[in-house]
T-cell receptor, first 109, second 113 residues
């Protein structure tokens, strides 16, 4: 199966930008997703990028994809306290999502 | 409904009992997925339905696990003779078709005593 690696923790000051990085192994992934999980809740779809794109911007979110290096990143501009959560990178291959361990983002005042 | 609905939200049961977990997908979504989130294994794929058929059951951990979907809508995941290692959050997702974004419910937290 696909291996997905993410750093486990990120601490950022309110108002700064957050960058969450992800590497994956399966080059056949067609879509690559970012999900957000708050305590006790399910996974909220944040954004996604098609594999033939290298960048997608959606309001405060920017996704960068380096397909050659199999590297995906999510940038959150002007990070707010409500952005504190666990963020999962999830490449899709053959309709299955593979997940990293998740990056816990803590926003400090 | 507006989103994927799962019930119960929490289930505590004794080892050896059978449990049924229910998922009601977003109206009109033809594809439905079950995943499991546990401390040791992270998030893992269990099974996928396209309509009422399950082309891929490869993620089911053992033959104690089964799932069905009727009427192209509601799905039930059944775990027989539960074991402590079955304790996890069971997440259901649906999408309008395969290879479309998957939308998740809030999950069922299953605890086996």
């Amino acid at each position: 199966g696909e291996d997905v690696e993410q750093s486990l923790f990120l601490s950022v000051r309110e108002g700064d930008s957050s960058v969450i990085n992800c590497t994956y192994t399966d080059s056949s992934s067609t879509y690559l997703y970012w999900y957000k999980q708050e305590p006790g809740a399910g996974l909220q779809l944040l954004t996604y990028i098609f594999s033939n794109m290298d960048m997608k911007q959606d309001q405060r979110l920017t996704v960068l994809l380096n397909k050659k290096d199999k590297h995906l990143s999510l940038r959150i501009a002007d990070t707010q306290t409500g952005d504190s959560a666990i963020y999962f990178c999830a490449p899709e291959s053959d309709y299955k999502l593979s997940f990293g361990a998740g990056t816990t983002v803590t926003v400090r005042a | 409904g507006a989103g994927v609905s799962q019930s119960p939200s929490n289930k505590v049961t004794e080892k050896g009992k059978d449990v049924e977990l229910r998922c009601d997908p977003i109206s009109g979504h033809t594809a439905l997925y079950w995943y499991r989130q546990s401390l040791g294994q992270g998030l893992e794929f269990l099974i996928y339905f396209q309509g009422n058929s399950a082309p891929d059951k490869s993620g089911l951990p053992s033959d104690r696990f089964s799932a069905e979907r009727t009427g192209g809508s509601v799905s039930t995941l059944t775990i027989q003779r539960t074991q402590q290692e079955d304790s996890a959050v069971y997440l259901c997702a649906s999408s309008s078709d395969v290879n479309q974004p998957q939308h998740f419910g809030d999950g069922t937290r299953l605890s086996i005593l």
